[in-house]
């Protein structure tokens, strides 16, 4: 299985300061079809995964442009420009290039 | 939007079949997949069945143990789970996947329910 491995685990930011959360992969992800099925998903205590990226590095609509995807083949980031109270909480990559699909293990972002 | 129903606690052996009700998109025309999510394994796939119903897989920790269905008629997905183990004890969602048509993995994870609760004691 592909193995996904997030870091750091957690993650505390001052209000307006920039965070940034790594995906590492185990096996590229890049799918026959050429495309790279990577995604990036929040989540709140208590709710379900909010989608927020896929394929690297298209927002999904409604998603603020503070929250930036890059990468490529094995390596991947999200970007927040400047940390807003209402983006606490875990974040998790996705790969959805080789069955069965799996996660990173998440990171927590916090307001320092 | 997805709905899911039919969690509960049972005890390991038994089963337990959990529903997913759609609405405000074409269920017919995409796949779906249920995820399920604990505190120690986080987010895990459990299984996927193509639009047309024709294509399942299954994680290997519930194959021959889960079967998952849809009735497109109902606008419904289910999740038949047998034989349970206190390691199948999770929040269970599903999770809208990509159009037919499309490769797989292309626009998975759009929309989510808010899940059902399934703990497996002892």
């Known amino acids: 299985d592909v193995v996904l491995t997030q870091s750091p685990l957690s993650l505390p930011v001052p209000l307006g300061q920039p965070a940034s959360i790594s995906c590492r992969s185990t096996q590229s992800l890049v799918y026959s079809d050429g495309n790279t099925y990577l995604n990036w998903f929040h989540q709140r205590p208590g709710q379900s995964p909010r989608r927020l990226i896929y394929k690297i590095s298209i927002r999904d609509s409604g998603v603020p442009d503070r929250f930036s995807g890059t990468g490529s083949g094995t390596d991947f980031t999200l970007k927040i420009s400047r940390v807003e109270a209402e983006d606490v909480g875990v974040y998790y990559c996705?790969?959805?290039?080789?069955?069965?699909?799996?996660f990173g293990q998440g990171t927590s972002v916090e307001i320092k | 939007q997805l709905v899911e129903s039919g969690g509960g606690v049972v005890r390991t052996g038994d089963s337990l079949r959990l529903s997913c009700a759609a609405s405000g998109f074409a269920f017919q025309k995409f796949g779906i997949h249920w995820v399920r999510q604990t505190p120690d394994r986080g987010l895990e796939w459990v299984a996927f069945i193509r639009s047309d119903g024709d294509w399942e897989k299954y994680a290997d920790s519930v194959k021959g143990r889960f079967t998952i269905s849809r009735d497109n008629s109902k606008n419904s997905l289910y999740l038949l789970m047998n034989n349970l183990r206190t390691d199948d004890t999770a929040m269970y969602f599903c999770?809208?996947?990509?159009?037919?048509?499309?490769?797989?993995?292309?626009?998975?994870?759009?929309?989510w329910g808010q899940g059902t609760r399934v703990i497996v004691s002892s």
């Open positions: 999770a809208k996947g990509s159009p037919f048509g499309t490769p797989v993995g292309s626009d998975a994870y759009d929309v």
């Open positions: 996705m790969q959805a290039t080789h069955w069965p699909w799996t």
